[in-house]
Structure formats: C-alpha cells, structure tokens
C-alpha cells in the first residue's frame, strides 16, 4: 500500500500503483483551454513530464504549478502537462491569471480515471477524493522513468530531479 502524509499524518493512496519501469496508462483526462479531450501517458513518440497536483487554489500547487511553467519553457520536445481534480474552468482562470503558457493544465474530474489509473488518489482523510502530490516522468516509447510520490503534500516536488528525468 503506497501512502504519502498530510500534515504528517499518513494518508493511503488508492487506485493502481505504477511504478517506473511500467508502462504508462494512456488517460483521457480534460483540457483547462476548451473543455477537449488531453491523453496522458502511453506511448507518444515524445517525453512527458506529468505534475499531478491537488489543487490549484491552493499555494503550494499554484507556486508548483508556476515554477513548472517557467521550467518547461526550457524543455524542447517535451510534453508537460499538469493533472488536477479541478473543474476545468476554475484551472482556466488560474491559466490565465497566472500566465500559464508552457504547460497543458487538465483536470480529471469526470471519472478520476487518471488518479485510479496511477494510484495517487488520496484516500481515508480530510482531502479523501483529491490527488496526492506526484510527478511521473515518461519516456517516447510510454515506459516510466521517473515517480516522485511528494511524502508530505503540503510540500513542493524535487523540481531539480524532475526536469533531469526529461532532459
């Protein structure tokens, strides 16, 4: 059983655990820009560096999701797209607020098939049905290279660790 804590007090995660080395799920999840359909995961002939946040009212998750932004920017053949239990429309605004250009921000709120599919839904806790703090790095042909399961979620990622699994 993976967990991570919340204010240090341990939160299991539900959903189907993936760990690098396996192939990535291909998830329909939803684009912030338009309400379209965004694949994540599987085999895309390029990297992508998947941010899984909570929740982007939140000021750990906006920083994270700033400094990603910036950070992708650098990246050249690199899909970097943020996961969230948003309501697209509510991650829209924060886009567009915010000047979130380099990053493709979606939201899994229909079926929270990518956070079942990738085992970092949080469960028996105060924030029970959203996501935990995760990055997943993917690789062209959609094996994982890289997972990063944040340990304490009111804290930021490894971005350093990141970035050099795309890079």
């Known amino acids: ?18 760990n690098v080395g396996d192939k990535a799920p291909a998830i329909t999840v939803v684009n912030s820009d338009g309400l379209g359909d965004v694949v994540v995961g599987g085999a895309t002939g390029k990297k992508q560096l998947i941010i899984v946040v909570p929740s982007l009212d939140t000021g750990v998750c906006a920083t994270e999701t700033r400094n990603f932004n910036a950070k992708a920017a650098t990246l050249s053949d690199v899909t970097a797209t943020i996961v969230s239990l948003d309501l697209p ?10 000047g979130i250009n380099d990053l493709t921000v979606t939201s899994d709120f229909r079926n929270k098939d990518f956070a079942n599919a990738y085992g970092v839904l949080l469960g028996g806790s ?10 997943f790095a993917v690789n062209e042909e959609g094996i994982v290279t890289y997972k990063e399961i944040v340990p304490e979620i009111t804290e930021e990622p490894n971005y350093d660790a990141a970035i050099a699994a795309v890079s």
């Open 126 to 135: 105060v924030l029970a049905g959203v996501t935990c703090r995760a990055i």
């Open 1 to 18: 059983m993976a967990t991570t804590k919340f204010k240090g007090t341990e939160v299991e995660l539900l959903g189907n655990e993936v």
């Open 89 to 98: 429309f509510a991650a829209g605004r924060f886009c567009q607020t915010e």
